[in-house]
Antibody, heavy 121, light 110 residues
């Protein structure tokens, strides 16, 4: 069964750090770009970072550049998001997602259930 | 990259058809045939219902269809059913090698 399971969310103070993980199963992890998408309460979806299958192509949205770092471990079939210098506006549900096929133009057919990140003093 | 523009809400009665629009620019919707649509029920992860403008993933009923004209894409749901009540988001690949989403549309089945 193709599945993504996130973990690592929680409550953190402004300026703090968190590391999110996404465990993948049921597909050849190294064949696919993986993406982190967040959704603030009552708001829309935002693509914040993605990484190629080999890890050599990485993207960050402007609001997280220099603060967040995406990585992947093929041996562990896992995707990570290291989040530093967290701000209140980073509060959201963070989900990892997989494209339906490479080159689909970012059509995500598999999503994790999401992990909540709350940045508050 | 600005979000794609969707109406905040649409509604229809069971059996009717509705269309949700998604307007972007020539740098996203108008420039690529990479428009996707997602259905999201409360508390659930988004579900891909259309990709590549008009393709349906396996298991998505053919009552849902997608199209595009210029910088505007559309999702049409015919034969509305109660289970279609959800939030719908469009997305498009962009000229800056990323994906942009619409603000979302709440579909109410009356």
């Amino acid at each position: 069964q193709v599945q993504l399971v996130e973990s690592g969310g929680g409550l953190v103070k402004p300026g703090g750090s968190l590391r999110l993980s996404c465990a993948a199963s049921g597909f050849t992890f190294s064949d696919f770009y993986m993406t982190w998408i967040r959704q603030a309460q009552g708001k829309g979806l935002e693509c914040i970072s993605y990484i190629s299958g080999r890890g050599d192509k990485i993207y960050y949205t402007d609001s997280v550049k220099g603060r967040f770092t995406i990585s992947r471990d093929t041996a562990k079939n896992s995707l990570y998001l290291q989040m530093n210098s967290l701000r209140a506006e980073d509060t959201a549900v963070y989900s990892c997602a997989k494209e339906i096929y490479t080159g689909s133009g970012a059509a995500f057919d598999i999503w994790g259930q999401g992990t909540m990140v709350t940045v508050s003093s | 990259q600005s979000a794609l523009t969707q109406p905040a809400s649409v509604s229809g009665s069971p059996g009717q058809s509705i269309t949700i629009s998604c307007t972007g620019t020539s740098s996203d919707v108008g420039g690529y045939n990479y428009v996707s649509w997602y259905q999201q029920h409360p508390g659930k992860a988004p579900k891909l219902v259309i990709y590549g403008v008009s393709n349906r993933p396996s298991g998505v009923p053919d009552r849902l269809s997608g199209s595009k004209s210029g910088n505007t894409a559309s999702l049409t749901i015919s034969g509305l059913q109660a289970e279609d009540e959800a939030d719908y988001y469009c997305s498009s690949y962009t000229s800056t090698y990323t994906v942009v989403f619409g603000g979302g549309t709440t579909l109410t089945v009356l």
